[in-house]
């Protein structure tokens, strides 16, 4: 079966609160015991998938747990009752014999190594759960209290769960944001079985999610491949902004977490016409709060390209100050009930589905984009001036998002030269990248109070800024010049 919850974490302001608003007296309260169990290799966390035994006030529940590929929001989950035991039963797999996807899950992710699993940690919660209705739903609220420990380790838990009893998604959804707004909670994707793995492992945090291919499926709707594009950029996102929220990412949890927003936010903005939802507000949001992430990595550019040219100590320590001020305003943000929000009314957006035929088929929508765009760049070139920074901006703009859209919707053509076309515009986008590195370096050192010292740096960069202003419209051109595929 397909389990579906939202777990979220408590700051510790707020826990005695949330914990008064379940209200203990009308709640189940139980003690729940787990052991996990994998192999020295790790190989069920390899494939996101955990396999404990819990004892539930008196009974042994055996469950197997799986990610699924089209939300973080669904799970399979696999329970057997094994009973009043007055002692920890043997892990038993004979258990899944007859449920084949259980045994599927199992078998892809141990191979020949059934044998192999072995109690890696335990855990040690008090949970309070309440059934609440709301809406046309049945939502179980559970907060859960207590530890994952090793041997040698141990980790608090302080988090609640709403997990989807009947209903809809879009009311776990709704009821869910009304108590990130009330008690400030974060949304969180980890499990506790990564969090053991973890104090396995002594790390601190699981390796960076990185994004997936985006594909076309060409028997759904624009709608519905729109929405499926959602999914997986949001698959890339939460786990990131996760890491970011708990302050234990390191570089490439930020560099990932950017990427995705990129992603999601040219998703949206491109594609808009792709469905009825109104997805413009989304793409706002999403571009200005990718743009903290882009300020945060352009001031640690410059401090490791600019760091040898900056002769005075004032100006490399207002550089500094800047970082510092720019990475705890992110991770502010990342937990923001704001950008919760974002992140839930997304989630809904793409689980839900429209009940509107579209009177176009894909590939209709995916050339009309296309088109667009090749439209708007040639507009661009046309107006772009080296003396005009806005006009090599906006040309810079044109190129990013054709840079993610092209290799996706050329998907459509059968061309066999679209490489070369491919080739030309990875050009142009290198010369976009550097140009626009520079512009924002140079940008930056105008708006500082320079010593004289530093007027060379200034000069240096300005110098580059114009060679590679001149590559971008070259490289922009020629990329251009070849259309004939586009009818």
Partial sequence: MLEVELKFQIPEARRSALLKAVDPKKSDVIQLQARYFDTESKLLAQHKAALRQRLEGTQWVQTLKAATP???????????????????????LSVYQQNP??????????????????????????????????????????????????????????????ELKSGSVQSLLAFSFEWVKKYQLWLDVRSKAEFGNLLVSNKNVSPASTAKEL?????????????????????????????????????EHIEQAQT???????????FKDWTDTKTDKWAHQLS???????????????????????????????LNKDILYAQEKLIN?????????HYLELLMFSLSSSTKVQSHDLKWFAQNTLQNQYKQLQECLNSADLSDLESLEA???????????????????????????G?????????????????????????????????????????????????????????????????
């Avoid at 209705?133 to 380790?153: L, Y």
């Fill in 70 to 92: 089209q939300s973080h929001v669904q799970r399979f989950e696999d329970n057997h009752s094994l009973g009043e035991l007055e002692q920890a039963p043997e892990l038993d």
């Fill in 101 to 162: 996807e259980a045994l599927s899950i199992l078998k892809n992710a141990l191979g020949n190594e059934l044998d192999q699993l072995t109690l890696q940690f335990e855990t040690d919660i008090q949970r309070t759960s309440r059934i609440i209705q709301f809406e046309d739903a049945e939502i179980e609220v559970c907060v859960d209290i207590g530890e994952v420990r090793t041997a040698s380790a141990q980790q608090d838990i302080h988090e609640v769960e709403f």
């Fill in 215 to 251: 594909q076309f499926n060409k028997k759904d709707s624009a709608d519905k491949n729109l929405r499926s594009f959602i999914a997986s950029h949001l698959q890339h996102l939460l786990p990131n902004i996760a890491a970011i929220s708990a302050q234990v990412a390191e570089k």
């Fill in 260 to 270: 995705a927003l990129h992603h999601l936010h040219l998703s949206l903005a491109l």
């Fill in 288 to 318: 200005a709060f990718e743009s903290h992430f882009k300020n945060l990595a352009h001031f640690e550019h410059m401090q490791r390209t600019l760091g040898a040219l900056l002769q005075n100590p004032k100006t490399a320590e207002s």
């Fill in 333 to 341: 943000l990342v937990k923001s009930t704001q950008n919760v929000q």
């Fill in 395 to 421: 040309l810079a703009l044109r190129l990013n998002e054709l840079k993610f859209s092209f290799p996706l919707l050329t998907s459509i053509y059968d061309v066999k030269n679209l490489q070369k076309y």
């Fill in 423 to 487: 080739k030309s515009l990875n050009d142009a986008q290198a010369a976009c990248e550097q140009y626009q590195v520079l512009a924002s370096s140079s940008s930056y050192l105008q708006e500082t109070e320079l010593e004289a010292s530093d007027w060379f740096a200034l000069g240096w960069l300005t110098a580059k800024q114009e060679v590679y202003a001149e590559k971008l419209l070259e490289a922009t051109e020629q990329f251009l010049v070849s259309r004939k595929f586009l009818k």
